[in-house]
């Protein structure tokens, strides 16, 4: 089978990374947002239930060149979802054109559908009442060349499951994972997020940490699709659950000047089964001190969208800058969209990296502090 993995722009190399980790395989190359392999049903079910900052794992069922609709309904009918698709198949056709002859979205999908059900009249399915399961299935076209592929996470990769209630400008969990992996913390060092709003990254990094796969509490589409996948799934949930390390100490603090904010937090970190592993409490950031050495810092500070917050928006800067200057080796990862924050925060950052937060162009930018000394 061919599996694809899809990230967000700035992301892919984080993802290859675990993927590398995960399946054990090198060289995987990423293209336009997507890493392929060819891998197990194992596999899908592994990459669903471990990955921190993939967006979807989907299976590639058909490639094939498109430039107009008769191309699209050719190439969609001649892939195999009767070898997918049950009786009762409940079809959702999603479609993205890019530098194509093609470009009407809807029309392509509404052209991919009837092709599908075509295909399935044709191998004995009859007319669909579409009651059953969910099946999403993606026409991407990208340079008049189409992927058909079916997707098997159902809700993105980001929808953990302990985030019902919504913050102020939350994270997505897929960002906040690969913010940590991006940078130098290790369990052992202490871990502060001084604006953590509704908690994201102290969570993420204590599921890292205590080794709680990122979608054991959640369900994914393809378990519902057969008895198989089902048992597939429940299998290595099972056996996660045994590898997941409570025990391991470690230190993780979120800061945030709202109180309701917090509340989320530690909700959050409630129905994530990690509230009694992280301190949450209420600072100001100007306020922020720690005795500790060898900090890690990750966070996304406010950037305020209007012109009117700009002033305040710069204070709040220029006191994290202050309070970080007097920790002693602390490393910082600072996320966030305002272009002058080196100046504001009052020092160079080492490394610099593009990532987007939702549509919003930011800069990832890490202020590194000394290692540890190897003991
Ligand atoms: C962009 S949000 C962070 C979102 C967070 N990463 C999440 O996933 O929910 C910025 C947060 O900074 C907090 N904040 C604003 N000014 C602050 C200050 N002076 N000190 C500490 N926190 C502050 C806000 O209350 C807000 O929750």
């Not at 675990?18 to 197990?40: C, P, Q, Y």
């Not at 990459?47 to 060149?65: D, H, M, P, Q, T």
């Not at 589409?221 to 590898?243: C, G, H, Q, T, V």
């Given at each position: 089978?061919?599996?694809?993995?899809?990230?967000?722009?700035?992301?892919?190399?984080?993802?290859?990374?675990?993927?590398?980790?995960?399946?054990?395989?090198?060289?995987?190359?990423?293209?336009?947002?997507?890493?392929?392999?060819?891998?197990?049903?194992?596999?899908?079910?592994?990459?669903?239930?471990?990955?921190?900052?993939?967006?979807?794992?989907?299976?590639?069922?058909?490639?094939?060149?498109?430039?107009?609709?008769?191309?699209?309904?050719?190439?969609?009918?001649?892939?195999?979802?009767?070898?997918?698709?049950?009786?009762?198949?409940?079809?959702?056709?999603?479609?993205?054109?890019?530098?194509?002859?093609?470009?009407?979205?809807?029309?392509?999908?509404?052209?991919?559908k009837k092709a599908?059900?075509?295909?399935?009249?044709?191998?004995?399915?009859?007319?669909?009442?579409?009651?059953?399961?969910?099946?999403?299935?993606?026409?991407?076209?990208?340079?008049?060349?189409?992927?058909?592929?079916?997707?098997?996470?159902?809700?993105?990769?980001?929808?953990?499951?302990?985030?019902?209630?919504?913050?102020?400008?939350?994270?997505?969990?897929?960002?906040?994972?690969?913010?940590?992996?991006?940078?130098?913390?290790?369990?052992?060092?202490?871990?502060?997020?001084?604006?953590?709003?509704?908690?994201?990254?102290?969570?993420?990094?204590?599921?890292?940490?205590?080794?709680?796969?990122?979608?054991?509490?959640?369900?994914?589409?393809?378990?519902?699709?057969?008895?198989?996948?089902?048992?597939?799934?429940?299998?290595?949930?099972?056996?996660?659950?045994?590898?997941?390390?409570?025990?391991?100490?470690?230190?993780?603090?979120?800061?945030?000047?709202?109180?309701?904010?917090?509340?989320?937090?530690?909700?959050?970190?409630?129905?994530?089964?990690?509230?009694?592993?992280?301190?949450?409490?209420?600072?100001?950031?100007?306020?922020?001190?720690?005795?500790?050495?060898?900090?890690?810092?990750?966070?996304?500070?406010?950037?305020?969208?209007?012109?009117?917050?700009?002033?305040?928006?710069?204070?709040?800067?220029?006191?994290?800058?202050?309070?970080?200057?007097?920790?002693?080796?602390?490393?910082?990862?600072?996320?966030?969209?305002?272009?002058?924050?080196?100046?504001?925060?009052?020092?160079?950052?080492d490394k610099k990296?593009k990532l987007y937060?939702?549509?919003?162009?930011?800069?990832?930018?890490?202020?590194?502090?000394?290692?540890?000394?190897?003991?």
């Amino acid at each position: 089978m061919k599996i694809s993995v899809s990230a967000s722009s700035g992301v892919e190399a984080v993802v290859k990374r675990e993927l590398s980790r995960l399946v054990g395989k090198e060289d995987l190359a990423a293209i336009n947002g997507r890493i392929t392999f060819d891998g197990s049903e194992e596999d899908i079910a592994k990459c669903n239930l471990y990955l921190r900052s993939a967006n979807r794992v989907g299976i590639i069922l058909g490639e094939f060149k498109a430039e107009n609709f008769d191309d699209i309904f050719d190439g969609v009918k001649s892939v195999d979802f009767e070898n997918y698709l049950s009786r009762r198949a409940k079809i959702d056709v999603t479609a993205k054109c890019v530098q194509s002859k093609i470009y009407a979205i809807s029309a392509t999908q509404s052209v991919a559908k009837k092709a599908i059900c075509e295909r399935l009249k044709e191998r004995g399915y009859g007319d669909l009442k579409e009651d059953g399961e969910r099946y999403r299935i993606e026409i991407s076209v990208h340079k008049d060349y189409a992927t058909v592929t079916l997707d098997t996470s159902g809700e993105g990769l980001h929808r953990r499951g302990y985030r019902g209630l919504v913050g102020e400008a939350p994270l997505k969990e897929t960002l906040a994972a690969a913010m940590i992996e991006l940078s130098v913390w290790k369990s052992e060092r202490t871990l502060c997020d001084a604006f953590c709003g509704s908690g994201t990254i102290p969570i993420e990094a204590c599921m890292i940490a205590k080794n709680i796969p990122a979608g054991i509490n959640r369900k994914f589409d393809f378990e519902e699709w057969n008895p198989r996948y089902k048992s597939i799934i429940e299998r290595l949930r099972e056996r996660a659950k045994d590898e997941i390390d409570y025990k391991k100490e470690v230190k993780i603090c979120g800061f945030d000047i709202d109180e309701k904010q917090l509340s989320l937090a530690r909700k959050h970190a409630a129905i994530a089964g990690v509230e009694k592993y992280i301190h949450f409490q209420r600072a100001d950031v100007k306020d922020f001190s720690s005795s500790d050495r060898y900090g890690v810092m990750i966070c996304n500070p406010p950037y305020g969208e209007r012109l009117s917050e700009r002033h305040e928006i710069e204070k709040i800067y220029r006191d994290y800058g202050k309070a970080f200057s007097a920790l002693k080796d602390w490393s910082a990862y600072t996320l966030t969209p305002v272009t002058d924050f080196e100046r504001l925060f009052g020092r160079k950052a080492d490394k610099k990296r593009k990532l987007y937060n939702g549509k919003i162009e930011c800069c990832y930018y890490a202020m590194l502090g000394a290692p540890p000394k190897k003991t």
